[in-house]
Structure formats: structure tokens, C-alpha cells
């Protein structure tokens, strides 16, 4: 069965950092392209970052760019999101996501990131 | 950027009614970017739909997608009491990777 289980969400001052996790397992982590998706009441859901398998290929929103690192070790079975100069806007649910062919199709659970002075 | 709108943005049905929803897209997008996704409260989207019509693994057959251009629906044949949720969709781009829409939400007449 595929699991992801994000972790590292918690509250924190503007321009603070947080690194999130995802712990991968039920499938070959090293075979698959990951993403990080976050979900706020005021903006939906939202596509941050992709990370190709072998974590040579990288993108992200513009929102987030120069901010936001995506990373990955494919040995932990791990993806992380490194987060700096956090905002009040940054605050939601954040996913972390498998990508199959053109749709992420295996979400974890989320962590709650909350932004707050 | 692809701008994806859904409509309804509430749709109030009974269980064993036909539920459809919309997804109309800001330019044509290929049907093999296109899907959907169910989310409960408190859980992940969960994928329905990929490709505009393929269903993915352990979906029911129930649920439908089609469409193409700029204009792709989401069918629920009939539907059972643990359907009502929202729907998001969502295409494949290139900046950003992924849109998704507005969300419908699917409520319990």
C-alpha cells in the first residue's frame, strides 16, 4: 500500500523557517517524480514543487520560488521542503504528492503550517 | 497560466440522483492533462479521473469523466451517501506544473 506521512508543520513569526518531511513507502520512492501541494481557505490548492526522480529536475511556483528548496533522498525514502522567509500567506495544509504520468495520483495526509505574529 | 473555473460551486443532490459538474478551462488543454479529484473533510484529494475519462485505481464505475477543448464534466451516475464531498480539477501545464480549479462542493439535498 502506498503511504506518504508528512511531518515538521507548526506555528511560527513571519520570516521564520521550517523544513517539512514526507516519508515514503509501499513503492520504489526512487523510480517516482514527487511534489509538494499546500491548501489554504483563501487559495485552494496549490502546486508548489516538483522533484524529479533522481532529483535532477526541479520546479517550482513562481509564489514560492527562491523561498521554498525541494529535496530528496531517495536512500531515507524521503522528500523534503525546505521553507524560509516564511509569510502569513504561507500558512495551510501541506501535501506531499506522487506524480504519475501527468496527475499527482498518492497524497499524504498533510501538515498544518501556520504563520503568525 | 490555465485558468480552470468549476461550477456549481455547490450542487444539493439526494443519493441516488445524477450529480454533474463542470470544469471549463481559460484555453484548450489536451484531454490527456485533465483530471479529477475528490476530497473529504480532513483527508487528501484523493484522484478519480486522469486523462479526462480514464478512472483510476479502485474507482467506481459510477463516477465518469469526459470532455475535451475547454469544457470537461465529472459524472456521478448515482449517487451513495459517501460521494457527497468536494471536486477539484485539475491540468497538467508547464508554469505552473499544476492548476487546479475552485473546488464544487457536493452537499446532501
Do not use: H
Amino acid at each position: 500500500e502506498v503511504q506518504l506521512v508528512e511531518s515538521g508543520g507548526g506555528l511560527l513569526q513571519p520570516g521564520g523557517s521550517l523544513r517539512l518531511s514526507c516519508a515514503a513507502s509501499g513503492f520504489t520512492f526512487s523510480t517516482y517524480s514527487m511534489n509538494w501541494v499546500r491548501q489554504s481557505p483563501g487559495k485552494g490548492l496549490e502546486w508548489l514543487s516538483y522533484i524529479s526522480s533522481s532529483g535532477t529536475t526541479i520546479y517550482y511556483a513562481d509564489s514560492v520560488k527562491g523561498r521554498f528548496t525541494i529535496s530528496r533522498d531517495n536512500a531515507k525514502n524521503s522528500l523534503y521542503l525546505q521553507m524560509n522567509s516564511l509569510r502569513v500567506e504561507d500558512s495551510a495544509v501541506y501535501y506531499c504528492a506522487r506524480a504519475a504520468l501527468v496527475s499527482p495520483d498518492y497524497w499524504g495526509q498533510g501538515t498544518l503550517v501556520t504563520v503568525s505574529s | 497560466e490555465i485558468v480552470l473555473t468549476q461550477s456549481p460551486g455547490t450542487l444539493s443532490l439526494s443519493p441516488g440522483e445524477r450529480a454533474t459538474l463542470s470544469c471549463r478551462a481559460s484555453q484548450s488543454v489536451s484531454s490527456f492533462y485533465l483530471a479529477w479529484y475528490q476530497q473529504k473533510p480532513g483527508q487528501a484529494p484523493r484522484l478519480l479521473i486522469y486523462g479526462a475519462s480514464t478512472r483510476a485505481t479502485g474507482i467506481p464505475d459510477r463516477f465518469s469523466g469526459s470532455g475535451s477543448g475547454t469544457d470537461f464534466t465529472l459524472t456521478i451516475s448515482r449517487l451513495e451517501p459517501e460521494d457527497f464531498a468536494v471536486y477539484y480539477c485539475q491540468v497538467y501545464g508547464s508554469s505552473p506544473m499544476y492548476t487546479f480549479g475552485q473546488g464544487t462542493k457536493l452537499e446532501i439535498k
